[in-house]
DNA sequence: TCCAAGGTGAATCGGAAATTCCGCTTCCAG
DNA sequence: CTGGAAGCGGAATTTCCGATTCACCTTGGA
């Protein structure tokens, strides 16, 4: 493959990768190939389709927050840290690809494994920060992991937006928000 | 005007309100007369465009709540349960409309004005609950109503949601949370 | 220097939703 | 009871808008 098109494809996919992140998964071609400095012709030389395109960045966002939630995982210490610490992580990354993908993402040979593991972590994660009392237990570790992911990694999320604050603090017990917000 | 169009105009305002409230408002005119019983055409009998029909929705939603706002601010007590009743009346109100029609909505004859009263009372409710220490005070008062809105008036919340649950308890002072959740 | 790999973006395709239109049906005033 | 204006239905048409293609131009690098 020539030097140009090896850039090239790296410009696409971070171009994207920063628009999805920034905006959700309703970015046109036209707009990817715009902050790249390309013409469409040029995304699609380099991705068959659309989908190709936004299924090899969800791959990467979630490998990458996999790693880091194995990571985290595996340090002893507050699970709602580790926890608060991964959707942080998570927070640069374009995560709302996953559920757009949602149809056929399960079947997906790469995907579908990825959207597992990492669902199946964080709840871990949300389950033992309740067993610790950091995180008020009336709502299913699956929701915690929910809500976190609206708080910080919603399109545009901002970690000093008042939506984001709102949320962090109402999931804590009463007793753990008791000292300094985090 | 005749009996039955009186009839079907009602249908469809009511058919179209309903959906708008569920769905908020990416809702095609095939489906709004298909809810109402009716074919597209006699929609367009009833309302020049898409537009015409949202902003006559719009209006009678936002009179409805401006109303309901109008009386809880009269009544004495707390600023606080005030704002809580006023919002919770617009859970089945199709608010979502109003932002839907941002542009020029400022400029329309009734919406204009209709959508600055209601935010100065909402607004200024907001401000009474944290003057009266319910709720935390290192936001303004425009976020507290942008977050009540979210929490309870989103398209398809309900008042058990967890985002709902969180948010509400999210948005109160540590001291005024401490008793029995709202 | 040459030319295949690579790039370009206007033109085309497609599909979803809005809007039109005209023949048929229903009210209701006389 | 009727005539005909008011209403209705919904297929056909138009509009919109983003995805995708493709014929032609550039350029890296052997």
């Given at each position: 493959m020539r030097a140009d098109a090896r850039r090239n494809r790296a410009l696409i996919v971070d171009a994207a990768a920063g628009l999805f992140t920034a905006?959700?998964?309703?970015?046109s071609m036209e707009e990817i190939a715009q902050a790249a400095g390309l013409g469409v012709g040029t995304l699609y030389r380099h991705f068959p389709d659309r989908r190709a395109l936004l299924e090899e960045i969800a791959a990467g966002a979630l490998r990458t927050l996999l790693d880091a939630a194995r990571d985290h995982a595996a340090r002893p210490g507050s699970r709602w840290d580790a926890l608060l610490a991964c959707v942080r992580r998570g927070a640069?990354?374009?995560?709302?690809l996953t559920k757009s993908l949602s149809d056929g993402a399960e079947a997906h040979p790469e995907l579908g494994p990825l959207v597992r593991g990492l669902d199946a972590m964080l709840e871990d994660l949300a389950e033992g920060a309740q067993r610790e009392g950091a995180?008020?237990?009336?709502?299913?570790p699956r929701q915690v992991v929910g809500l976190l992911s609206v708080a910080v990694?919603?399109?545009?999320?901002?970690?000093?937006?008042a939506l984001t604050i709102v949320i962090l603090d109402g999931l804590r017990t009463r007793a753990a928000s008791r000292g300094v917000r985090t």
């Open positions: 905006r959700g998964p309703e970015v640069d990354l374009p995560l709302a995180v008020r237990d009336d709502i299913t990694c919603r399109p545009g999320a901002r970690p000093d937006d």
